[in-house]
């Protein structure tokens, strides 16, 4: 979603034939699992804490984050809803172009739903730079200006 996909049907191959019930083990290519969609669950509630209609991909605003690939979905207005991935990593820093001005900050924990405090974040010439921990090998941001 955060690459600019549009539907997801909530079908995986843990549903079939006396599993109706979506507990299946599958060994088919796709898998699936109530694991998986309670990771989905996290995703879709988190992507619904924004004005979807108005978010488009923006990669280009990441400017700097070293053993971290993004994934950033903005509204071009200061909104901003990010995926980390870390390549070998716990810890690194983001740059990104906000634009001026204050943002909330708020760190998701993508294994567990849960959020940290909002933190407020001044950028500078337009930069919001972030120390971002992620030991768990991904995290979501949610970034809104104030």
């Known amino acids: 979603m ?5 539907i997801f049907n909530n079908l995986d191959y843990s549903f079939f034939v006396g599993h109706e019930d979506g507990t299946g083990v599958n060994e088919a290519p ?32 990441v400017l700097s984050s070293p053993g971290l690939i993004p994934y950033v979905l903005s509204d071009g207005k200061g909104s901003f809803a990010i995926f980390l991935r870390a390549t070998g990593t716990e810890s690194s820093s983001l740059l990104l172009e906000a634009g001026e001005g204050s943002f909330l900050v708020q760190e998701l924990n993508t294994k567990t739903g849960t959020y940290s405090e909002a933190v407020s ?24 200006r104030q």
């Open 121 to 144: 974040l001044e950028s500078v010439e337009g930069v919001l730079g972030l120390d971002i921990e992620i030991p768990e090998g991904e995290l979501a941001l949610k970034i809104i």
């Open 30 to 61: 796709g898998g699936g699992s109530k694991a998986l969609r309670s990771q989905l669950k996290v995703l879709s509630e988190f992507l619904h804490g924004f004005a979807l209609e108005h978010l488009y991909p923006y990669p280009s605003s």
């Open 2 to 6: 955060l690459s600019g996909g549009g």
